[in-house]
């Protein structure tokens, strides 16, 4: 694996000097550079690649102990280390500690062991029973091998989680990855490719290829499939190079999560779900609740537990535990995203309940805001917001809430709020989304067991379970005759009548018993 250094063109008194321009990393909670990063070019990413593609016979050959041993070790480093990486992901994004301890190390720190335990499991060889009779005695095995150099693209709201998170089960196949972290976000990343190095991965089989989108785009050039996570439009562009080249790509994308109230639910705790699973990591999360539906009874009771929560958050620059609930938004453009859909919503008669601006600051903050008097005409109820805002909508019933949610080109994920889990998840099941929790929100990210993805153009594919490894491997079909089989098989040449109307009378036999009513 090649440390940060090494993949820099030239280094000059310990500062990188690319020869294609750097890219400035800021902290938005202060707006001050605090490094800065190559900007590699599209020839860079091809020497990766080759570097990458030399490296990755060696891993492979680890076999499943050798990778596990080094996976453990990183879980180790990774706790060892959480206050280095809880300060960098803090740095580069200006999120809560929290939320850097709880979502991000609290993943990793997870995800390293559950990929050394059940990444073997996962990809062990599949001993198969066929029904198919002419392969009576053969030896049938589903066979997962790594596809080689896997391309991960990570977005910035979860530099650990997100785009790292996803290098860990490709490593752990055994392929070779290359990480483009967001242009945003690249610290995180680089420091978690020092670990793993420290951990013993052999050098160049995780490789960070720092850059914007052309970087992303060339990444796609040159590797046998493509991990994508970022916004349905990049994640389009990302789908339609793939194709050109005829690789697989895993797309995970963005998201209007839904809550359902129903008049029979816990409102207190729907109440402090719908605040924290909105204003979380400031509601720059894929799984955000991003818009709630609420039955008529208990709309005003509701709305005003959910005001109440949200204008008790503080929000400002994180300076460690305990100190603001909302931090930053990371990106500078969301912030004109997140206005314009409030301005956009109070223009069309919503009214503002809680927060609504911009707060002041060096950094870039914005306030908790509630929205009330909302409808689907507002952009504040269909597109992606991606900050910390939460509209509530009064509905007749529950099916009016359940047509609601499902009028979405979104589904990441939902969540339904009932005393009556029976009736709470026959409406989960309803809802046309990737994850649906009931009495809950969001959790169902942390279950690594569960597979984690989007319906419509929330994504394609999906990470966690078994096919968050297996899809970074292709399957191969293994069929062993035994040693005392037969000179040829009865349906071979020559043709003959008798033999071949044995056979018609045979498959009758077999598959003709049924009914065809
Ligand atoms: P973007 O789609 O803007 O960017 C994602 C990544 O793609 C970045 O590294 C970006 O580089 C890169 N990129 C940009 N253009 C190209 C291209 N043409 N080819 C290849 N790569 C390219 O997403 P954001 O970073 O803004 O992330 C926020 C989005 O991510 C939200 O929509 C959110 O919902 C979604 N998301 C989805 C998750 C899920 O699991 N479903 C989880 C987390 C976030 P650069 O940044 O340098 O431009």
Not at 98 to 110: M, Q, S, T
Not at 435 to 460: C, F, H, Q, R, W
Not at 491 to 503: C, E, N, Q, V, W
Request: glycine share 10%.
């Amino acid at each position: 694996m090649a440390t940060v250094e090494q993949q820099v063109p030239e280094i000059q008194n310990g500062v990188p000097a690319p020869a294609t321009g750097e890219i400035p990393v800021e902290n938005p909670a202060t707006g001050q550079t605090i490094a800065t990063v190559p900007d590699m070019t599209a020839e860079q990413v091809a020497e990766m690649a080759a570097r990458g593609r030399a490296a990755q016979p060696e891993w492979e050959a680890y076999g499943f102990e050798g990778r596990s041993r080094v996976m453990r070790r990183a879980q180790k480093w990774v706790m060892d280390n959480a206050e280095r990486i809880v300060t960098t992901i803090m740095s580069e994004t200006g999120k809560t500690f929290e939320d850097a301890e709880l979502a991000e190390i609290g993943y990793a720190g997870n995800a390293f062991g559950f990929w050394a335990k059940y990444g073997p499991r996962y990809l062990e060889d599949e001993h198969i029973k066929s029904s198919q009779v002419l392969v009576k005695g053969k030896k049938l095995i589903n066979r997962f091998r790594p596809l080689g150099l896997i391309g991960v693209i990570g977005p910035w709201n979860y530099p650990l989680t997100n785009s790292f998170g996803d290098c860990i089960p490709a490593l752990m196949a055994g392929n070779s990855v290359i990480l483009k972290p967001s242009e945003v976000t690249p610290l995180t990343s680089m420091l978690l490719a020092e670990g793993m190095r420290e951990c013993g991965l052999p050098e160049n089989v995780l490789q960070i290829a720092t850059g914007r989108g052309q970087t992303g785009a060339a990444l796609i050039e040159h590797v046998d499939m493509i991990m994508f996570t970022g916004s349905t439009k990049t994640g389009r562009k990302v789908a339609e190079a793939a194709a050109g080249r005829l690789i697989p790509a895993s797309l995970e994308l963005g998201g209007k999560d839904p809550m359902i109230v129903l008049s029979d639910a816990d409102l207190e705790r729907a109440a402090n779900f719908a605040t924290y699973y909105s204003m979380q990591n400031a509601g720059q999360t894929c799984i955000s609740i991003e818009r709630v539906y609420v039955e008529e009874p208990v709309y005003d009771e509701f709305v005003s537990k959910v005001s109440e929560k949200v204008r008790e958050l503080r929000v400002g620059k994180p300076e460690g535990p305990g100190s603001v609930e909302v931090g930053a938004i990371t990106f500078p453009p969301q912030l004109e995203t997140i206005k314009s859909h409030v301005d956009d919503a109070v223009q069309k008669g919503a009214r503002v309940l809680a927060g609504g601006s911009q707060a002041p600051g060096a950094g870039r903050f914005f306030e908790p805001t509630v929205l009330v008097d909302v409808d689907h005409t507002m952009k504040c109820m269909t597109e992606e917001t991606f900050g910390p805002t939460l509209p509530i909508m009064k509905v007749r019933d529950a099916d009016e809430a359940v047509r609601l949610s499902n009028d979405s080109n979104y589904g990441l994920g939902a969540s339904v709020f009932s005393r009556n889990t029976e009736r709470g998840e026959a409406i989960a099941r309803r809802i046309h989304a990737g994850a649906a929790n009931v009495n809950d929100a969001m959790i169902n990210y942390t279950v690594l067991e569960l597979p984690m993805g989007g319906a419509k153009e929330s994504g394609l594919g999906t990470r966690h379970g078994a096919g968050g490894i297996r899809k970074y491997c292709s399957q191969q079909a293994i069929v062993v005759t035994p040693k005392l089989a037969m000179k040829k098989e009865i349906f071979m040449y020559p043709y003959k009548s008798r033999t071949s109307k044995l056979l018609a009378g045979f498959f009758k036999f077999m598959y003709g018993r049924g009914k065809r009513d």
